[in-house]
């Protein structure tokens, strides 16, 4: 759950910068500078203005960028969820479904190794946060449907229906499961419990025609 830059430019007179500092211009500055702040201070304890005052803008400048600050802490989430339907749709239809959606959990939480510890820092606020737990529901539904979209497309079906719909949450279960073994254990490899998960997933939707 990396983050993206946005393309989006902030209104000049909005911005405010603090002497000396260039303001923060991207959804994914914007993230980190929040998650170093709620890692610091507490998530409840941090206000928007902090935020905003730590990236050197304005607050109405911020909510350009994200819609509440539970939202800052997932970053640009859309823009990850878009390049994940553009690469199952990518995907040659001969490739089994299983093997489609392992490849597709891999992929989507590779994270550089220069972004691992801010990584780190972003899934235990999603994940341990009360806060947070209600909003990353949304967050893990629009997740599922990318999930469930490209599974009914494979079988002829509607998406919204009981099969797809259940293989999305197995693969969200999936990535959770790994992503809470991931923060126990931070010697462990991330990628190796989501390809471990994947496997153990897959060998139950190979059964699927």
Not at 61 to 79: E, H, M, Q, V
Not at 84 to 89: I, K, Q, S, V
Not at 120 to 131: I, Q, T
């Amino acid at each position: 759950m990396a983050v993206r830059e946005s393309t989006h430019k902030p209104d000049l007179l909005d911005t405010a910068p603090q002497p000396g500092r260039r303001p923060a211009t991207s959804h994914a500055q914007l993230s980190t500078i929040a998650i170093d702040l709620f890692t610091a201070k507490g998530f409840d304890e941090t206000s928007v203005d902090d935020i905003a005052e730590a990236a050197g803008i304005a607050r109405r400048t911020l909510f350009r960028y994200f819609p509440s600050k539970n939202a800052i802490a997932w970053g640009d989430f859309d823009a990850h969820l878009d390049a994940m339907r553009t690469r199952l749709a990518l995907i040659p239809d001969d490739l089994p479904i299983a093997e489609a959606l392992r490849q597709a959990l891999v992929t989507f939480n590779e994270v550089p190794d220069a972004e691992l510890d801010n990584h780190r820092r972003r899934l235990r606020l999603l994940l341990e946060v009360p806060a947070l737990q209600a909003y990353s529901m949304l967050m893990y539904a629009d997740w599922r449907q990318v999930i469930a979209g490209f599974c009914a497309a494979r079988l002829g079906i509607d998406a919204d229906g009981h099969l797809p719909q259940t293989i999305g949450w197995l693969c969200l279960g999936t990535a959770l499961a790994a992503y809470e073994q991931w923060l126990a254990a931070p010697d462990t490899d991330l990628i190796e419990l989501i390809e471990a998960g994947s496997d153990l997933l897959a060998g139950g939707i190979a059964a699927l025609r």
